[in-house]
């Protein structure tokens, strides 16, 4: 008794059929099958480029040339260094003030 029964899958459609109404549930349907089509299309474009990834596999057992690095990076420096002292400016000499 768990399962679905015809007659509870035929009200299921109606109320589907209701909520959406008939040319909205029938492009849904037409944008699902479009989907399908498609990925179909895609898993055979795969299949077909199958043996050309072999052929490359052929070519693979001879060495490679590894190109030469432009320029070798040095390794960031992110250790904390205690912050500069702040020296205060030298107070006005009192010779600039006696001769005014």
């Known amino acids: 008794m768990g399962g679905f029964s015809l007659w509870h899958i ?3 459609a109606v109320i ?4 959406f109404g008939g040319n909205r549930f029938s492009a849904m349907m037409g944008d699902v099958a479009k989907g399908l089509k498609s990925f179909k299309k895609g898993m055979t474009d795969e299949e077909e480029a199958k043996p050309q990834d072999r052929a490359s596999d052929r070519n693979a057992d001879e060495p490679r040339q590894i190109p030469p690095q432009s320029a070798q990076q040095q390794p960031i ?11 205060p400016p030298p107070p006005p000499s009192s010779s600039t003030d006696q001769t005014r």
Do not use: K, S
Not at 16 to 19: A, D, G, I, K, P
Not at 77 to 87: E, G, K, L, S
């Open 77 to 87: 420096d992110i250790t904390p260094r205690p912050a500069d002292p702040v020296v």
């Open 16 to 19: 589907v059929l209701l909520l």
């Open 10 to 12: 035929l009200i299921f």
